[in-house]
């Protein structure tokens, strides 16, 4: 690990006059700091920002949620408004990590945590992500993990978070202060899918700081279920977020959100669409699910996501349709 500059910011203006060239923001650390150790980050500066007042989850009037982004992923996980009014939210939360992980990392950080991909990991192989234009060797060597949708030449990494899969499926919308000011981007709009500028993960700009994020209410039944290779501190081989309302036999609102199959969270709006109006049976969900899955450009070795990803979401849209 290289040296660095440490410094802790008193207030968000303080953080933004702080960060420059090198500089990065520091949350919890709990991906960061690993990357720094593997040689994969070398930030000259490090601003600490998990003592500005970001630490709370308010509930407002409308039955939205305002969630601070240096709020601990364990406790928006334990939250009883978070539990009871976005299940999926909490449930996507204690998908992820060990209780220890959880208990540092925040929900700023969670959502600009980068990918897990053992080439980027490595500096002794190349990597577009880690060294813009130096290849991708996932493509034909190790990928078996990696996605089947939305990726490119340059890079077929995927998103690790789970929570920003709940979010996608909420809509949430990401606050952001930046040196122009304070804005606003919807979540599903954060994270970029790699295109020919796989080392750029967000559209955030250099500099900017994420404060909050805002959930609108949600009063239909969800759900978020994680499929991966062992019980617990494993990624998602494919993961969804889904809710479903259902009135007198017909799908009257769906939203679907996939992790552990693209670059970005992946919203599966064709999946969505045709269900919008349709019996809500079996034959009905796997035919909405092949119709996301048709654009699927699977590689080598991991190819069979395509069905694991198509019968996730038959069965999860059945056991949310049975409980409308």
């Given at each position: 690990?290289?040296?660095?500059?440490?410094?802790?910011?008193?207030?968000?203006?303080?953080?933004?006059?702080?960060?420059?060239?090198?500089?990065?923001?520091?949350?919890?650390?709990?991906?960061?700091?690993?990357?720094?150790?593997?040689?994969?980050?070398?930030?000259?500066?490090?601003?600490?920002?998990?003592?500005?007042?970001?630490?709370?989850?308010?509930?407002?009037?409308?039955?939205s949620l305002l969630i601070g982004a240096a709020v601990s992923n364990s406790a928006l996980a334990a939250d009883r408004t978070v539990r009871e009014s976005h299940p999926m939210l909490a449930q996507a939360v204690l998908a992820g990590a060990s209780g220890q992980i959880r208990n540092l990392a925040t929900v700023g950080g969670n959502l600009l945590q980068r990918t897990r991909c053992s080439y980027f990991q490595d500096t002794d192989k190349p990597c577009n992500k880690r060294d813009p234009g130096s290849g991708c060797p996932a493509r034909e060597?190790?990928?078996?993990?990696?996605?089947?949708?939305?990726?490119?030449?340059?890079?077929?990494?995927?998103?690790?978070?789970?929570?920003?899969?709940?979010?996608?499926?909420?809509?949430?919308?990401?606050?952001?202060?930046?040196?122009?000011?304070?804005?606003?981007?919807?979540?599903?709009?954060?994270?970029?899918?790699?295109?020919?500028?796989?080392?750029?993960?967000?559209?955030?700009?250099?500099?900017?700081?994420?404060?909050?994020?805002?959930?609108?209410?949600?009063?239909?039944?969800?759900?978020?279920?994680?499929?991966?290779?062992?019980?617990?501190?494993?990624?998602?081989?494919?993961?969804?977020?889904?809710?479903?309302?259902?009135?007198?036999?017909?799908?009257?609102?769906?939203?679907?959100?996939?992790?552990?199959?693209?670059?970005?969270?992946?919203?599966?709006?064709?999946?969505?669409?045709?269900?919008?109006?349709?019996?809500?049976?079996?034959?009905?969900?796997?035919?909405?699910?092949?119709?996301?899955?048709?654009?699927?450009?699977?590689?080598?070795?991991?190819?069979?996501?395509?069905?694991?990803?198509?019968?996730?979401?038959?069965?999860?849209?059945?056991?949310?349709?049975?409980?409308?």
């Amino acid at each position: 690990m290289r040296p660095f500059v440490y410094e802790r910011a008193a207030s968000a203006d303080d953080a933004l006059q702080m960060h420059n060239d090198g500089a990065f923001y520091l949350g919890g650390g709990t991906n960061l700091v690993d990357l720094m150790r593997l040689g994969v980050e070398n930030p000259a500066r490090l601003v600490d920002v998990s003592h500005l007042p970001y630490d709370e989850i308010e509930l407002r009037p409308d039955g939205s949620l305002l969630i601070g982004a240096a709020v601990s992923n364990s406790a928006l996980a334990a939250d009883r408004t978070v539990r009871e009014s976005h299940p999926m939210l909490a449930q996507a939360v204690l998908a992820g990590a060990s209780g220890q992980i959880r208990n540092l990392a925040t929900v700023g950080g969670n959502l600009l945590q980068r990918t897990r991909c053992s080439y980027f990991q490595d500096t002794d192989k190349p990597c577009n992500k880690r060294d813009p234009g130096s290849g991708c060797p996932a493509r034909e060597g190790e990928h078996h993990n990696l996605a089947i949708l939305g990726h490119s030449e340059a890079c077929v990494a995927t998103h690790p978070s789970d929570m920003a899969v709940a979010l996608a499926a909420l809509d949430a919308t990401v606050h952001v202060l930046g040196r122009d000011g304070e804005r606003t981007i919807p979540l599903r709009e954060l994270h970029r899918l790699p295109g020919n500028e796989p080392q750029r993960d967000t559209v955030l700009e250099n500099g900017d700081l994420i404060t909050a994020v805002e959930v609108p209410p949600l009063d239909i039944p969800s759900r978020y279920r994680k499929v991966r290779e062992r019980a617990s501190f494993a990624f998602a081989l494919v993961s969804i977020a889904a809710a479903l309302d259902v009135e007198g036999g017909t799908v009257r609102d769906v939203r679907i959100a996939l992790g552990g199959v693209a670059h970005k969270p992946w919203r599966a709006r064709r999946a969505e669409e045709a269900l919008r109006g349709a019996p809500a049976v079996g034959e009905e969900f796997q035919r909405a699910a092949e119709a996301e899955l048709d654009r699927a450009e699977p590689l080598r070795d991991n190819a069979y996501k395509v069905p694991l990803a198509r019968n996730l979401i038959v069965r999860t849209l059945t056991d949310l349709g049975e409980q409308s």
